[in-house]
């Protein structure tokens, strides 16, 4: 995994928002990697505690490995093509990925906004599926509630839902 401090972190994206010439995509370089293990070791180390394992029985805290979990990668992928260049700043490269024109794009939106508003999460996946390049789920579907099928419906008039026509009012799609 990656790491970086929060002043780090905003550092780069306003900067990278100073080059931004719109639609920009921009990549961060985020560094060296960092293993989860040795991370967890270092914590414990510098809680003034030790880890137990096979070398030190007697330890005060064991790291378990408990694997991948649903929707968990191994790896992140930034980038749907290889595609990549460089900008003024050296932590910062432009990606030039495939995009919608904004004609057809905001129809994408209002279909996914109407199916959103109707709750209809099956119909925005298979949206997502067929307009973004390279779009590929490793699961299926992860809205728990929506999984639940009829428990949903029970709870469905609980829950205020933001209008369609607000978001097209406050100029979003225009």
């Known amino acids: 995994r990656y790491f970086m401090t929060i002043p780090e972190a905003s550092q780069l994206v306003l900067q990278a928002g100073s080059m931004a010439k719109g639609g920009d995509v921009f990549v961060l370089d985020m560094g060296k990697p960092v293993k989860i293990e040795d991370l967890a070791r270092r914590m414990i180390h510098l809680m003034g505690l030790t880890v137990k394992d096979e070398r030190n029985p ?14 968990e990668k191994l790896y992140e992928e930034l980038l749907i093509g290889t595609n990549v260049t460089g900008t003024e700043h050296p932590m910062i490269m432009r990606a030039i990925e495939p995009h919608l024109p904004w004609s057809q794009l905001k129809g994408v939106l209002e279909e996914l906004l109407l199916a959103l508003d109707a709750f209809d999460c099956a119909k925005a996946h298979n949206l997502l599926m067929r307009t973004v390049t390279g779009y590929r789920p490793e699961s299926g579907l992860q809205d728990l509630v929506w999984l ?14 933001l209008e369609t026509h607000r978001m097209r009012q406050s100029n979003l799609l225009n």
């Open 58 to 71: 007697d330890g005060d805290i064991e790291i378990v490995y408990t694997g991948l979990r649903p929707a």
């Open 148 to 161: 639940r099928g009829k428990q949903a419906l029970a709870f469905r008039g609980n829950v205020a839902h």
